[in-house]
C-alpha cells in the first residue's frame, strides 16, 4: 500500500488546435506523453489547455486533452476544468485538474471574493468618460480531493503575464504602441490584473484557513511571477511581511524551497532562467511533504528559433511528493 502521493504542475503551452497557428497535437505526441507518464503524478494541476468544436454549432470539448491522456495513466482519473461564466469551456487557456483521488466539490474564482478595481484610462482614443473595471483573463480553479481520509484543497491558477493590456485606440497592431506612455499604462493594467487574481486566491485559502486551520492546502500553477514579485508575495503572506506573530500559520511556504537553487527554474528566456511555476502549500501540508523537483533539463529558451517546435517545452513540469495524511 503506498504511503505518499505525487501532485505536478505543467503549463502545456497552447495544447491543442486553436486558429490553424499552434502546433497539431500530433506533432506534440511523442515529447508530451512520455513526460507525463514519467511524471507518475496522483493530482496534476494543467494550464493552457485548449478546447475544440467538433462543429460550428457544438459546445467546446477537451479533445485534444482526451487523445493526449489515451493511453497514459491519467486517462481514467477525475477531471476538471474551468468555464467562462456561460458554463461553457474557454476556446484557450483552460484550467485543468486531474486527479486519481475522489473530487468532493468544486468550484471556480472569478472575481466572486474580489471586485474587479475601476480604473478610468489616461491614454484611451475616443478618450473614456468614467472608469471601467479591470477584469481578470481567468479564474481560478478551486478542487477538493479526499486523500486518505483528509480534504485536500487544490486551487490551480494562471496568473496574467507581464505584458501591457490594451488600451484603446494606441496600438498601430497587435505588436506596436503609438506611444510609450500608452504601453507604459497598458502595463501597470497588466500588473493590476495579475495582483487583483493573486489577492482572490489568497482571499479563498484565508477561507479555508477560517473554516479549517489545519486544511491542507496546495496552490499550483503558472504564476508568471518568482518570489520576490507582488502576486506571490499577496499568496505567500509569508511572517516576514505580515510581521504579526499571531498569523504565522496562514502563510504558504513554497515548496521550491526543497529544490536546489541551481535548479530553480521554470523557464529559459534569452538566456535568464525562470521561477515562474510554483507549488505553495499551507503549514500543515508542509509537514509531509517529502521532496520536490522541477523537470527542466530538456527546458528550451523561449526567445531563440527552435529546430522543431513540436519537441521543445516552454514550461518545465514542477513536481512534489507528498506523506500520505494519517
Given at each position: 500500500?503506498?504511503?505518499?502521493?505525487?501532485?505536478?504542475?505543467?503549463?502545456?503551452?497552447?495544447?491543442?488546435?486553436?486558429?490553424?497557428?499552434?502546433?497539431?497535437?500530433?506533432?506534440r505526441l511523442a515529447t508530451l506523453r512520455p513526460l507525463l507518464t514519467a511524471l507518475q503524478a496522483d493530482v496534476l494541476c494543467l494550464q493552457e489547455v485548449n478546447a475544440q468544436k467538433a462543429s460550428a454549432t457544438a459546445r467546446r470539448s477537451?479533445?485534444?486533452?482526451?487523445?493526449?491522456?489515451?493511453?497514459?495513466?491519467?486517462?481514467?482519473?477525475?477531471?476538471?476544468?474551468?468555464?467562462?461564466?456561460?458554463?461553457?469551456?474557454?476556446?484557450?487557456?483552460?484550467?485543468?485538474?486531474?486527479?486519481?483521488?475522489?473530487?468532493?466539490?468544486?468550484r471556480q474564482y472569478w472575481q466572486d471574493l474580489v471586485q474587479a478595481p475601476a480604473y478610468r484610462t489616461i491614454n484611451a482614443l475616443p478618450a473614456e468618460e468614467t472608469a471601467q473595471p479591470v477584469a481578470w483573463d481567468r479564474p481560478a480553479l478551486h478542487v477538493e480531493l479526499d486523500v486518505g481520509g483528509?480534504?485536500?484543497?487544490?486551487?490551480?491558477?494562471?496568473?496574467?503575464?507581464?505584458?501591457?493590456?490594451?488600451?484603446?485606440?494606441?496600438?498601430?497592431?497587435?505588436?506596436?504602441?503609438?506611444?510609450?506612455?500608452?504601453?507604459a499604462e497598458g502595463f501597470m493594467l497588466a500588473a493590476l490584473k495579475r495582483a487583483g487574481q493573486?489577492?482572490?486566491?489568497?482571499?479563498?485559502?484565508?477561507?479555508?484557513?477560517?473554516?479549517?486551520?489545519?486544511?491542507?492546502?496546495l496552490v499550483a500553477?503558472?504564476?508568471?511571477?518568482?518570489?520576490?514579485?507582488?502576486p506571490l508575495r499577496i499568496l505567500c503572506a509569508a511572517p516576514g511581511d505580515v510581521l504579526?506573530?499571531?498569523?504565522?500559520?496562514?502563510?504558504?511556504?513554497?515548496?521550491?524551497?526543497?529544490?536546489?537553487?541551481?535548479?530553480r527554474y521554470t523557464m529559459r528566456h534569452a538566456g535568464a532562467k525562470l521561477m515562474v511555476d510554483h507549488l505553495l502549500v499551507s503549514r500543515s501540508l508542509r509537514s509531509?511533504?517529502?521532496?520536490?523537483?522541477?523537470?527542466?533539463?530538456?527546458?528550451?529558451?523561449?526567445?531563440?528559433?527552435?529546430?522543431?517546435?513540436?519537441a521543445s517545452l516552454a514550461h518545465a513540469a514542477f513536481v512534489a511528493e507528498f506523506a500520505l495524511p494519517g
Open positions: 500500500m503506498r504511503s505518499s502521493f505525487v501532485v505536478a504542475t505543467f503549463n502545456l503551452d497552447n495544447l491543442g488546435r486553436r486558429h490553424g497557428h499552434v502546433l497539431p497535437l500530433a506533432a477537451l479533445t485534444d486533452l482526451t487523445t493526449l491522456l489515451s493511453g497514459t495513466g491519467y486517462e481514467d482519473y477525475a477531471c476538471v476544468s474551468s468555464v467562462l461564466p456561460s458554463g461553457e469551456l474557454a476556446d484557450i487557456h483552460n484550467l485543468v485538474v486531474l486527479s486519481r483521488f475522489p473530487v468532493l466539490r468544486h483528509r480534504i485536500l484543497h487544490v486551487l490551480n491558477l494562471h496568473l496574467r503575464a507581464p505584458l501591457a493590456a490594451a488600451i484603446r485606440g494606441q496600438k498601430i497592431d497587435a505588436d506596436h504602441w503609438r506611444s510609450a506612455a500608452a504601453w493573486a489577492l482572490e486566491v489568497r482571499f479563498a485559502v484565508d477561507r479555508i484557513l477560517d473554516a479549517t486551520p489545519d486544511a491542507l492546502i500553477g503558472d504564476c508568471n511571477a518568482d518570489m520576490h514579485e507582488m504579526a506573530p499571531a498569523l504565522v500559520d496562514r502563510a504558504l511556504v513554497p515548496a521550491e524551497e526543497c529544490v536546489p537553487e541551481t535548479e509531509l511533504l517529502l521532496g520536490a523537483s522541477i523537470r527542466n533539463r530538456e527546458l528550451a529558451d523561449d526567445a531563440v528559433p527552435a529546430d522543431d517546435e513540436s
